[in-house]
């Protein structure tokens, strides 16, 4: 072989291995680089819609949406305290009573709804439940049974008087500011009116607040929030809020909520789900 092809090959040979010497060292810097790089995390989120009891009112909810690296937006949380007044709400309850009700069918008839008797379950934050006894006060009273939903100032119920009648009513109607509430009412063959005096229904605390810092890791979250100006007649806006919510799986029987370290009942909803 020539002197010329055998440093023709050697120099082939030797540029090839610096290649392949220098695809290796670039590799390895890469592989280098992207150990030494902060892993990507993923934006974190909690969500809730809960039904809780808890320090004397045993008829709240609370929506909540805490949002954790999605930069200045922290979400938001939405309170109604069935069980506290609050003016202006435009969300309202049954009074405690008890409370008169009148129907109108030419002549008028009395009835007198129990505020003892009445129970009451949060459906969310404007809709609630509720089930009580009353009575007729003509002669003889008549006992009756009433279930009904109060949805921001509308309201609908059904009344059942109790045996011997099968006498039923259905009735739809609003509430004024002032607590007083009038609509129409059905039974088979007719038609009525009806009518509640101010302070049947009360106005209840209702805010939305914004969340103003957040921690969420593994199966829990905490936020913090203010109590905006919108509850300034209830004394309270302005106080600082701080949640604390876990995720315990499916549905919300393991779940729990906590407000300012003061552990809450859940009583309904759909639950709590931090990922």
Known sequence: MSTSKIIRRIT????????????????????????????????????????????????????????????????????TNFGYAEPG?????????????????????????????????????????????GEYTGTPAQTWKIAGQVNGNHVSATIAYDAPSTYKLVMTGTIASDGSAQGTAS?????????MPKGSFLSVLSYTARIQSDQIGGRNATFTFTIPNSAA?????????????????????????????????????PGITVR
């Open 89 to 133: 709400s435009g969300v309202y309850a049954p009074a405690a009573g008890p409370d008169t009700l009148v129907f109108t069918l030419g002549s008028s008839y009395t009835h007198t709804l129990n505020g003892a008797s009445l129970r009451e379950v949060a459906l969310s934050n404007n809709r609630l439940a509720f089930w009580g006894t």
């Open 187 to 195: 039974s088979p063959g007719q038609a009525l009116t009806w009518t």
């Open 12 to 79: 082939t040979g030797a540029a090839a291995l610096g290649l392949a010497a220098g695809l290796a060292a670039t590799t390895a810097g890469a592989a280098s680089a992207s150990t030494t790089q902060a892993r990507y995390q993923p934006p974190r989120l909690a969500t809730g819609s809960v039904a809780v009891s808890g320090e004397g009112y045993p008829v709240q909810y609370e929506q909540f949406l805490a949002l954790q690296g999605f930069g200045h937006n922290h979400g938001y949380v939405r309170y």
């Open 233 to 269: 007649s209830s004394g309270i806006a302005g106080v600082q809020v701080t949640d604390k919510v876990h995720d315990g799986g499916f549905g919300p029987r393991h779940d729990t909520f906590a407000q300012d370290g003061t552990v809450e009942q859940i009583v309904g909803g």
